[in-house]
């Protein structure tokens, strides 16, 4: 095991003993990838600080059900991401349901980006989507969820799921192929 590692482990068991200086040094190390991906959910800057603290507290108050199982980050990540979603609930975030012509139209989970195209335009088209859009794509693009999961995580079916990301997908390209023009690509 790496030194880093252990000294991860070690500040996460003194943690687990409500030890406040830990807590901050583990604050110190994840804040800024935890603020990004609370970010990545919710647009305004001080309410995703604001669901990234809350989700420190509460991954404080339950790191004692850590087992190390997987890597802390993404542990902490899982709380983050559940906070921001229960965020845009608590907004009233709606996800409508789709009529049963668009639900039996032909889903193409084939994607392409210009390898021309940096990452962060991509991202930045992701956070110009409307928010039903952005939630799904973000979820399945940047985290990794496949439409199951983002269907429990946001109480939709998964033919919704995979409809919002086709729609997202296809903004997003409308949107990179509006920026290839205008760079001259």
């Not at 991906?37 to 509460?58: C, G, H, P, T």
């Not at 542990?75 to 349901?97: A, F, M, P, T, Y």
């Not at 983002?150 to 903004?171: D, P, W």
Request: aromatic residues 8%; hydrophobic residues 35%; positive net charge.
């Amino acid at each position: 095991m790496s030194k880093t590692a252990n000294l991860h482990k070690d500040i996460i068991e003194a943690c687990k003993q409500n030890d406040a200086k830990a807590q901050m040094k583990l604050y110190d190390l994840y804040c800024k990838g935890m603020f990004l991906a609370a970010k990545r959910y919710i647009k305004d800057d001080m309410l995703a600080e604001d669901v990234m603290q809350e989700s420190f507290i509460k991954a404080f108050k339950k790191i004692h059900t850590y087992k190390g199982d997987v890597p802390f980050g993404a542990w902490l990540k899982r709380i983050v991401i559940n906070g921001s979603i229960d965020e845009l609930k608590r907004k009233k975030l709606e996800i409508v349901s789709i009529n049963q012509e668009l639900q039996e139209q032909k889903q193409d989970d084939s994607w392409y980006v210009d390898d021309r195209i940096s990452t962060e335009k991509v991202i930045d088209c992701i956070d110009k989507l409307k928010e039903k859009y952005k939630v799904v794509v973000s979820l399945y693009l940047l985290e990794g969820y496949d439409h199951q999961e983002i269907s429990q995580i946001l109480g939709i079916s998964e033919v919704t799921s995979r409809t919002h990301l086709m729609r997202g997908k296809k903004m997003i390209q409308e949107n990179l192929k509006a920026i290839q023009y205008a760079e001259g690509y």
